[in-house]
């Protein structure tokens, strides 16, 4: 599904990936048309502008994100401002694309956003990553779950903890079915079972998470 309250450049984009053998199975102009229509599209990726009238761009991925943590959005947007960029993800976009990219980059990162891999346009990926070891830094504030030794800590296994180990340090899920010598949907299946277990939303929560604990060093 596509999003962006410019008519010309939704219907390119919907164009161009329609083209590419992708099923585009909505379009919407504004934030309240993008919630009510995805709703009932459900679509597998969402393709979204930031700076959209009625609503903005993560306040919609927030509720659709929210209501459908399946969902994976890629953020296509004129802006490359810091603050939009993480914004966006903590509003759980797993990937973040400048307007600027050519149709190939466009296609390319709506497919392996399909696959569930976080894509960003080259230099933001490094800004998300930092502004989490930043945050992973902090301490935990006080009278938090973590008081009484994380009496709530979901068990993982060591398959799963693996699997965990080596998303944060950037591996694809075709990289990790490889190294471990197990199936690409295997992967996926251990990730869904760990988010599950853990709570969170997307695989960008993931790594956050994985950095907090020093799972991504060695």
Known sequence: MVVDDHPMWRDAVA??????????????????????RARAAAPDVLVLDLNLPAKPGVQV????VAADPALRVLVLSASGEHADVLEAVKSGATGYLLKSASTEELLDAVRRTAAGDPVFTPGLAGLVLGEYRRLAAEPAPAGGAVADGEPRAPR????????????AKGLSYKQIAERLVISHRTVQNHVQNTL?????????????????RGLDGG
């Open 15 to 36: 164009r161009d990936l329609a083209e590419s053998g992708f099923e585009v199975v909505a379009t919407a102009g504004d934030g309240e048309q993008a919630v009510r």
């Open 196 to 212: 599950g277990k853990l709570q969170l939303h997307n695989r960008v929560e993931l790594v956050r998470y994985a950095i907090e």
């Open 61 to 64: 991925c927030k509720e659709l």
């Open 156 to 167: 993982l296994t060591d398959r799963e903890t693996e699997v965990l180990r080596l998303v």
